[in-house]
């Protein structure tokens, strides 16, 4: 009887085990991964740790936009976020730029803020992003979510 009691444990721990690998696994696909820029450390500290507590890995950039465009052509994220209240010309050319690159060009792209004129130049230029507010952002998120 000894030994029945050794396999069925051992049974038991093989499929708990491969029952943890399955639900990391699952949880890693669907978590979904954004990387902002935003243009003031302050305020992408703040927004990264929102969009974390929404459920996201995130990872950011607030001072170069080359370092930040390389780190996204390295990990790919689900989304981009550009923040178009500070330093808008510097996400409009980080943006230009990641939008021209084949590994990164269908990444969907989300402006946040702004001035009513400065998205509508944006629209223009990148006719498949989204532009919301800062309210609008996790509504936009949870629809660019990976399934």
């Not at 976020?81 to 990641?98: G, Q, W």
């Amino acid at each position: 009887m000894r030994d029945k009691d050794f396999y069925d444990w051992g049974f038991f721990v093989i499929f708990v085990s491969l029952w943890l690998v399955l639900w990391i696994m699952i949880q890693a696909m669907t978590t979904g991964s954004v990387f902002v820029f935003v243009w003031s450390q302050a305020e992408a500290e703040a927004t990264a740790q929102t969009i974390s507590d929404w459920g996201w890995d995130v990872a950011l950039e607030w001072q170069d936009g080359g370092r930040g465009s390389q780190a996204v052509k390295a990990a790919p994220p689900s989304v981009l976020v550009f923040d178009l209240e500070h330093k808008p010309s510097h996400s409009r050319a980080t943006a230009e730029y990641l939008a021209q690159i084949k590994a990164t060009r269908y990444i969907p792209m989300v402006f946040v803020g702004g001035s009513e004129d400065l998205r509508h130049k944006l629209r223009s230029q990148f006719p498949i992003a989204s532009f919301v507010s800062q309210d609008e952002l996790q509504a936009t998120l949870d629809e660019l979510r990976p399934k």
